[in-house]
């Protein structure tokens, strides 16, 4: 649906008056959305990903399979094993001062989710968040990325034939579609994409009070720490870097080494590339850059970078294919701050080596700019990795590997700061996408009326007693 903005509040006002019809959906109904997004997803992989491939120009099926419908899978069979107990009541005891009175929160759904997805990753990112809207028994709303138009429309179409139009309505169209859909007086929006335009997204949701979740991105750092298995974080961090050509929100952004191992990083670099890519695989195994644009300005901060001193090492033999926005993947020694290639988030196969004398210039650094979305550490000893964990902040964080806490149901993923705010996936998702309605209830016997006017002797002995229990 390519929508203007009269379409767009109409289809939300059709969504909204359902939700009104059945506001709080029994677990089989929720069930039943959910079974047809698992089934819409293994009955369409194949075009799906096809799809996703046209639009990059090349994007390997093995990767699409890997980060996108393996994750979407495995998180909507973790909500149908676990959704019914998540939408149970919680139970409990009123303070001492109140008992035998009760109180419980009760989740319910709040109503109509706006998700707006980048074109990154375009499957998973529409249908993780959607996962978790249904199964908290909500009505969604779905932005697809103008960049991804032959997915977009595809999954806008195949939504609709699994789906009733009341239930969950995918939105194609450009920019202006996306800012018109943002300020569209929603539930809850959740937004996924740059930092820079979560300014906008934020200030268009402000006009209705309209509660968000910002999954942002920033520079995620990836420490080498002094007691690291060396060759397993080289290889790690490549393999973080490199999957869908660094075009992934939480790819390790640069990663800060010991001063005397940056030699050793880049022989061990060559190895692991070429192993991970060797020469007859890289037309189909390594991705191409989504847009023209995008590629230009990956080559340009590479390019800037060099004309400002730094040292570009590449990782492949043979260049880049302008042709077919093929980037290879390449160091960047010598870099500082000055340098674009380290104020902005890359998006893409550069990964620049940042050295420190000591862990504790590793850890000022990381503090000194914005709290990223990701940390990577890769450290054996187990105090060094409790300092770090103490000492950064960061949205998400894995030990001795790279992207993995993103699959973890029972973690929450969002950001801090800069890189963005609330989180979602599993129960954190369910409880993002409802209200925890609190219940007070009080007993049929209690003595609340003591505490009633007039104010007199009872009321003051009252007193005494409460400020005494607490």
């Not at 202006?176 to 809850?188: E, K």
């Not at 989504?290 to 970078?305: K, N, P, V």
């Not at 998702?429 to 925890?436: A, E, L, V």
Request: charged share 20%.
């Amino acid at each position: 649906m390519n929508a203007p903005d009269n379409d767009l509040h109409q289809t939300l006002l059709l969504m909204r008056q359902a939700q009104v019809q059945d506001p709080l959906p029994g677990w089989p109904a929720r069930a039943a959305r959910l079974r047809a997004l698992e089934r819409m997803l293994l009955e369409q992989r194949e075009a799906f990903a096809d799809a996703i491939s046209t639009d990059f120009g090349n994007r390997p099926r093995e990767e699409t399979d890997l980060l996108e419908i393996f994750p979407s899978l495995s998180g909507l069979r973790h909500a149908l094993r676990h959704g019914r107990r998540w939408m149970r009541p919680r139970r409990g005891m009123a303070g001492m001062a109140f008992l035998p009175a009760g109180i419980m929160t009760v989740p319910q759904p709040r109503g109509v989710i706006g998700i707006i997805v980048p074109w990154n990753y375009p499957l998973y990112l529409a249908v993780g968040p959607l996962i978790d809207a249904l199964a908290a028994g909500n009505r969604a709303m779905i932005k697809m990325s103008e960049f991804t138009p032959r997915f977009s429309a595809l999954f806008a179409e195949q939504c609709g034939r699994y789906f009733k139009a009341d239930e969950v309505r995918v939105i194609t169209g450009d920019a202006d579609v996306a800012q018109a859909f943002s300020g569209l007086p929603f539930d809850h929006l959740l937004f996924t994409g740059s930092t820079a335009v979560g300014h906008h997204v934020m200030r268009a949701a402000a006009q209705h009070l309209t509660p968000v979740t910002l999954e942002l991105g920033g520079k995620s750092p990836a420490i080498v720490g002094p007691n690291a298995r060396f060759e397993h974080a080289v290889e790690r961090i490549l393999y973080g870097k490199l999957v869908n050509a660094g075009q992934t929100c939480i790819a390790p952004d640069y990663v800060l080494l010991p001063k005397q191992r940056v030699g050793d990083f880049l022989q061990a670099a060559k190895r692991v590339a070429k192993r991970l890519y060797p020469e007859a695989s890289r037309a189909t195994q390594y991705a191409s850059i989504a847009t023209d644009r995008h590629y230009r300005r990956l080559a340009s901060l590479r390019d800037s970078a060099v004309a400002a001193g730094a040292r570009a090492e590449s990782l492949f033999d043979g260049g880049d294919d302008a042709t077919r926005r093929l980037l290879g993947p390449t160091l960047l020694l010598g870099v500082d701050d000055s340098m674009a290639v380290m104020r902005e988030e890359i998006f893409g196969p550069l990964l620049p080596l940042v050295t420190y004398d000591s862990l504790d210039q590793a850890i000022a650094y990381i503090g000194s700019h914005p709290h990223p979305l990701a940390l990577y550490l890769f450290e054996d000893d187990r105090n060094t990795i409790e300092r770090v964990l103490a000492q950064t902040h960061a949205g998400g964080v894995t030990v001795n590997d790279t992207l993995y806490h993103i699959a973890q149901h029972g973690l929450p993923f969002g950001g801090v700061g800069k890189s963005g705010m609330g989180g979602y996936h599993g129960e954190a998702g369910f409880r993002t996408f409802s209200h925890m309605k609190p219940v007070f209830r009080q007993a049929r016997l209690n003595g609340v009326g003591l505490l009633n006017p007039p104010y007199g002797a009872t009321f003051k002995r009252m007193v005494k007693w409460l400020f005494k229990l607490g």
